[in-house]
């Protein structure tokens, strides 16, 4: 049997997960009928605090940190991350925590910085995202027995809670969307190499490519940057066969190909036509508006939010899904030149 957990308990009495968690750890800021009640319906579900969870409660900061390896001019263009922000300190704040954020330029000062907060205690726990091909920071979170939870992955990882992600339904029903418009030769301008999403993303892409006869895909590499983005578009653009359709890693470099169509010789969607991994406002006010794939980034980051504080308050939390991607089609797709 699923040991019963603080939200659980919290379902089954109708209040907060921080009341039950007042009054599982004898604090205040519960009335004495509440703490009663609690305790006997987490006694009568055969509720057990694990030893990590004990020997943390006396001792929190309250405080929850994520440390994003962005340049601070990415960010400030990229709304997936101030989507999962928000997200994630809305959900915080109701529980009283707060959200610490630090930038990193590389590797290495990510590492530091989550040896230095958990020896600090600074932080009771981590979200962590962007899983790279070979990424250290599992290994040394498991070691520092930092509470941690993982978004978007493709699988489960041993000790870390995953909110899983999986590319291959969205990636299909966007070749379905573009093949049903003619188009036969796509683009893929794929985020950085590193990352462990860009490699699913390109796999998933040619294994839906070669599921439907006489498609091609052609990739080149971005870094989700607006230069980046016209970059790799000039190089798709400047092959014997161009392709009539490009997907674009996210949504800032595909807005940037809509902007910057007349300088790369092409008519958005006559010539080219342009989707997006991601959607935001940015691909609903740009003309044309930008067809891309809806999904819920604050819903996503509030789920991670809540199975961290699950897991700092008992030891465990299960993994979870992200929310499933809706293909919005817009103007920026269209059938493709000749059909």
Known sequence: MKRPTIIDIAREVGVSKAAVSYALNG????????????????????????????????????????????????LRTEPFFMQMLAGLEQTLSAEGFSLQLALAADTG???????????ERRVDGVVLTDLRVSDPRPELLRELGTPAVFFGTAGPMPGIPVLRADEDEAIRSAITHLAELGHRRIGHVQGPADLQHTVRRAD???????????????????????????????????????????????????????VHAEELGVRVPADLSVLAWDDSMLCQVVRPAITAFAHSVVVDSATAARMLLELIETGSADDGELSPRKLMPRGSTAPAPGN
């Open 27 to 74: 604090r205040a800021g519960v009335s004495p009928q509440t703490r009663e009640r609690i305790l006997d319906v987490a006694a009568a579900m055969g509720w057990r605090a694990s030893s990590a969870a004990r020997a943390l409660s006396n001792d929190r900061a309250a405080n929850i940190g994520i440390v994003l390896a962005r340049s601070p001019e990415v």
């Open 109 to 119: 000062t990510e590492l530091d910085t989550y040896r230095r907060w958990w020896a």
């Open 204 to 258: 998933a892409l040619r294994r839906a490519v070669g599921e439907t006869p006489g498609l091609s895909v052609h990739h080149a590499s971005g870094d989700y940057t607006e230069e980046g983005g016209v970059r790799a578009t000039r190089r798709l653009l400047s092959a014997p066969n161009p392709p009539t359709a490009v997907i674009y890693d996210n949504d800032v470099m595909a807005v940037a190909t809509v």
